[in-house]
């Protein structure tokens, strides 16, 4: 479909920030619309300036879809469970007296950095208002709390001397969580 020298540019911009699904149907759009402007009786530069105004600059649209990317809705909903996880755990660890467990010190340091780190990477994917990339963080930070769940479950289940009553929260959560993750993974990332 021919089009101007405008909107291909217009088009490559949103290429390096959108996805290309995205892309191609926004450069569909486009150039109809700019069509249109010239069977309006415009000129092909008028024509382009005008379908561009009417989509918005490169970062309008970025923002736009940003605001609805998938990996931010994720990440938005793996940080706001976040709180009640750790007051589960943070009770069961506690009653259960977690630091007589038989777990070396540096793996438990392994764990809260890795915890750490993942927290981190799933605030900068529910955060970013620009960069519709970095919104696929939330898939790598879904997997990491993947596997943190995972492991808290596990080592609840097969290191702590008894079973106490806070668990009957903390693993439920985890597991919840859990499987919300593996269902919204491959939107995240693929967004």
Do not use: K
């Not at 736009?64 to 996880?85: D, E, I, K, Y």
């Not at 750490?116 to 879904?142: C, D, E, F, I």
């Not at 969580?177 to 995240?188: E, G, K, N, Q, V």
């Amino acid at each position: 479909m021919a089009s101007h020298q405008l909107i291909d540019d217009y088009v490559n911009r949103l290429a390096r920030r959108l996805p290309a699904d995205a892309v191609d149907e926004l450069a569909d759009g486009i150039t109809d619309t700019w069509h249109q402007h010239v069977a309006a009786g415009r000129s092909p530069t008028q024509a382009a300036h005008a379908a561009i105004a009417e989509f918005g600059t490169p970062q309008q649209i970025t923002d736009a879809f940003v605001a609805q990317a998938p990996g931010r809705r994720a990440a938005r909903l793996l940080l706001a469970t976040g709180p009640v996880a750790a007051a589960c755990w943070g009770a069961s660890l506690i009653v259960s007296r977690a630091w007589t467990w038989p777990i070396p010190h540096p793996a438990a340091v392994v764990f809260g950095s890795a915890l750490l780190l993942v927290v981190a990477v799933l605030v900068l994917a529910a955060t970013g208002r620009h960069s519709y990339r970095r919104t696929r963080l939330a898939g790598v930070g879904g997997l990491g709390l993947l596997v943190l769940d995972a492991a808290m479950v596990a080592a609840a289940l097969l290191l702590a001397p008894t079973l106490v009553w806070p668990m009957a929260a903390a693993v439920p959560v985890s597991l919840a969580r859990m499987m919300w993750t593996i269902r919204s993974l491959p939107s995240a990332l693929a967004s």
